[in-house]
């Protein structure tokens, strides 16, 4: 009980927080611009916003889906689909979305017909999976939009240090992704988090670990059944499409509203700002933080009005998310007529 009221205040505070960083960085914006802006989107125009998100989920949920099937169970992709839609939603919505939606994905995909060791090892697989097709993205966008970087940085700190961001973020987050990697892959990892759960002085949540023991056994079973061979461009590619896709959203809300930034340009902060709503759990969405950061950026690469453009892009990727947790929700709220009937495979 104090471990979950301790998490309910941070979460409160990160809110509030997070609120309050949103209305000083929009504190000069002016109403009538910004409305000026988004009355320039045709109705028609609207679905481009809505498009790339669709096609970064539907892309990570084909590449997670390959994963699973070198688990050994072949799930339809429909059903992970919903599932994907259904914490996406908790994702962006809730204080420590992140950790909500891996919870959630792994009980989902139980009830949705996966063994209990299928589900977490399909959850570890995605967490890895994510890290290192970002890594791998990072290094393109250094590689593309360094130049720009480097622009939006002497700007920013009066140095061009910030161009090289990507780049040791790539580094950073590939070194953490291997390291992770190889500890699913030695088939130790869970039983060693079983080994560390016991420790807690808690007699009962102790038999209840010892009753799910065979579950953690499982589960690293079912790791080595996928680090058995290299990971393929059928796991990666398709993850690394969603992280284009986040730039390719950007650039394309930018250009409805007339802010004429290059693709490139728009990738060489837009990992950076995807990196840190990743790391960023308290607040649902980085909410607050990555509204300062494009607001920055904006500014440092010359966009007419950045003040009122980050306004009115704020509030189309805002808008972009709700509809999107709108149809997870929707999701959750129907009956469950629809399941995973994942079929197990035999393997040699």
Request: charged share 10%.
């Amino acid at each position: 009980m104090g471990r979950a009221k301790h998490r309910r205040t941070l979460a409160t505070l990160g809110v509030v927080a997070a609120l309050g960083l949103l209305a000083w960085t929009f504190r000069h914006a002016q109403l009538n611009q910004v409305t000026a802006l988004l009355g320039r989107l045709h109705p028609a125009a609207l679905p481009l916003v809505l498009l790339p998100y669709a096609l970064a989920v539907g892309s990570e949920t084909w590449g997670w889906r390959n994963a699973i099937l070198r688990l050994g169970h072949a799930v339809p992709f429909v059903g992970l689909l919903r599932v994907r839609l259904k914490t996406e939603a908790l994702s962006l919505t809730l204080p420590f979305g992140q950790l909500v939606c891996d919870s959630a994905t792994a009980a989902l995909l139980q009830r949705g017909g996966l063994p209990v060791s299928a589900g977490v090892a399909a959850v570890g697989v995605r967490k890895y999976l994510l890290a290192l097709s970002q890594a791998w993205f990072l290094l393109v966008a250094f590689l593309v939009g360094h130049e720009a970087l480097a622009q939006a940085s002497q700007k920013l700190i009066n140095s061009t240090a910030l161009q090289w961001a990507p780049l040791v973020a790539a580094i950073t987050l590939g070194t953490v992704a291997i390291v992770f990697g190889s500890g699913l892959n030695r088939g130790a990892l869970a039983t060693f988090t079983l080994r560390v759960l016991l420790r807690i002085p808690s007699e009962a949540f102790r038999r209840t670990l010892l009753r799910a023991s065979p579950h953690f056994s499982a589960t690293d079973a079912t790791l080595q059944r996928f680090f058995h061979r290299p990971v393929g461009l059928t796991q990666v590619a398709p993850i690394v499409l969603l992280w284009a896709m986040e730039s390719v959203e950007t650039w394309v809300i930018l250009s409805l509203l007339g802010a004429r930034l290059s693709l490139a340009e728009v990738m060489s902060f837009e990992v950076l700002l995807s990196l840190a709503r990743s790391l960023i759990v308290v607040v649902p969405a980085g909410l607050g933080i990555q509204d300062l950061g494009y607001f920055t950026f904006f500014r440092a690469l010359g966009v007419v009005d950045p003040v009122s453009t980050a306004a009115a892009f704020s509030l189309l990727k805002r808008g972009k998310e709700l509809f999107w947790a709108s149809i997870g929700y929707g999701l959750f709220a129907l009956p469950r007529t629809f399941h995973l009937t994942p079929t197990t495979l035999t393997t040699n």
